[in-house]
Nanobody, 133 residues
Framework: EVQLVESGGGSVHTGGSLRLSCAAS????????VGWFRQVPGKAREGIAA???????????????GRSTISSDNGWNTVHLPTNTVYLHLDSLRPGDTAVYYC???????????????????WGQGTQVTVSS
């Protein structure tokens, strides 16, 4: 069973930073693109960034470009298993960034896509980010 689990959300003040993690199980991330999205209740889900874990190529949408960095951990843990985690580092956070942040897994036709919901097949449950002024 494929599972994606996000973590690292929390409450910060304006200007603060957070590092979100997306841990995958049931498959190896190296064969997929991983995207990060966010959603405010009552609004559409917005794409933030995506990474092709195999070649490391990334793409960023405008909503958090320059304030977000996506990366993957292609390392190995102490028992020689792939760490299978993708990160989203968020900087200079503002109250308007308050949302639930989701990671997703997919196989876009060109290997990376443009962080659109329909490019992704598996989704995590999300992690809440709250930014106060």
């Amino acid at each position: 069973e494929v599972q994606l689990v996000e973590s690292g959300g929390g409450s910060v003040h304006t200007g603060g930073s957070l590092r979100l993690s997306c841990a995958a199980s049931g498959l190896t991330l190296v064969n997929y693109a991983v995207g990060w999205f966010r959603q405010v209740p009552g609004k559409a889900r917005e794409g933030i960034a995506a990474i092709n874990v195999k070649d490391g190529n990334t793409v960023y949408r405008d909503i958090m470009k320059g304030r977000s960095t996506i990366s993957s951990d292609n390392g190995w843990n102490t028992v020689h298993l792939p760490t299978n985690t993708v990160y989203l580092h968020l900087d200079s956070l503002r109250p308007g960034d308050t949302a639930v942040y989701y990671c997703a897994l997919g196989t876009p036709a060109d290997g990376l896509g443009y962080v659109r919901e329909w490019e992704y097949d598996y989704w995590g449950q999300g992690t809440q980010v709250t930014v106060s002024s």
